[in-house]
């Protein structure tokens, strides 16, 4: 019965335009992440990220054809107790390229940005398996090509389902707003709704795959831009001594 509310909530939130558009937004999102536990409480993280785009002007599926976006990111992770963490990233490096809607876009410049980040993470467990997860994030954006920076407000929820100890499903409404740089107009700046499969495929090793659809309005239109994303993500965690002596202390 609970599988059928997960599988039910999930489907609800979709229309038929999410796939069934003839002219289709595709990206392909590639993120790989190396960890490091320090103790039981810090986790220290960098990760890097590539994402390409379909050719969308001439109407081509292939979402390797063209690169959106290339980016360096580091985190450190503070666990207050088993619900509770705050994050933070000191450094992120992003270089963008424009999203492909017209011939002309092919010819953009590259957009660089620096980014810095602070985030809380919560979560609640509502059954034996399945689990309510919330996100809060604010982020400073620092344009180098430009005059103008953003300072963006993240908030996501969602459901996090245990099928088993190295199998997981999750699925999350993420909503971005724009609280300083951008036009009032421009307040909300995408939404994101995605579903995705959590696979630990050893100790350290953990795969990350699913669908994420955006619904995106660009600062220069009033238009809104739906995008289908593809994900594949890649987390390595390395134990420190301390952590390891923390647990088998713990275990003994």
């Known amino acids: 019965m609970k599988k059928h509310i997960f599988i039910y909530i999930f489907l609800s939130l979709f229309d038929s335009r999410t796939l069934a558009q003839e ?5 392909l999102w590639g993120r790989a992440s190396v960890a490091y536990l320090h103790g039981k409480k810090w986790k ?6 590539h994402r390409t785009q379909n050719d969308f002007p001439a109407n081509e599926r292939n979402v390797l054809a063209h690169n959106l976006l290339n980016s360096i990111r580091t985190w450190a992770h503070f666990q207050y107790n088993e619900a509770l963490s705050l994050s933070l ?14 011939e002309a876009d092919k010819n953009s410049r590259t957009i660089q940005e620096l980014r810095f980040s602070a985030a809380l993470d919560a979560k609640h467990e509502l059954t034996e398996k399945l689990w309510l997860m919330n996100r809060t994030c604010m982020e400073y954006r620092d344009f180098q090509n430009t005059t103008t920076d953003i300072t963006r407000l993240r908030i996501r929820i969602g459901l996090r389902y245990e099928l088993t100890e190295k199998l997981n499903l999750v699925l999350y409404e993420e909503l971005f707003l724009n ?9 909300f700046d995408h939404e994101r709704i995605a579903f995705l499969i959590n696979y630990r495929i050893l100790e350290q090793l953990r795969l990350e795959t699913g669908y994420m659809y955006i619904s995106r309005l ?3 239109t009033d238009e809104f831009l739906h995008e289908n ?6 987390y390595y965690t390395l134990k420190g001594k301390q952590h390891e002596k923390q647990n088998a202390g713990k275990h003994s």
Request: no cysteine; hydrophobic share 40%.
């Open 218 to 220: 660009p600062r220069n």
């Open 23 to 27: 002219s289709a937004h595709l990206n």
């Open 179 to 187: 609280l300083k740089g951008a036009e009032r107009t421009h307040i």
């Open 229 to 234: 994303n593809f994900i594949v993500h890649v």
């Open 44 to 49: 220290y993280e960098a990760e890097i990220q």
């Open 89 to 102: 990233s000191p450094f992120a490096y992003y270089w963008h390229n424009r999203i492909l809607i017209a």
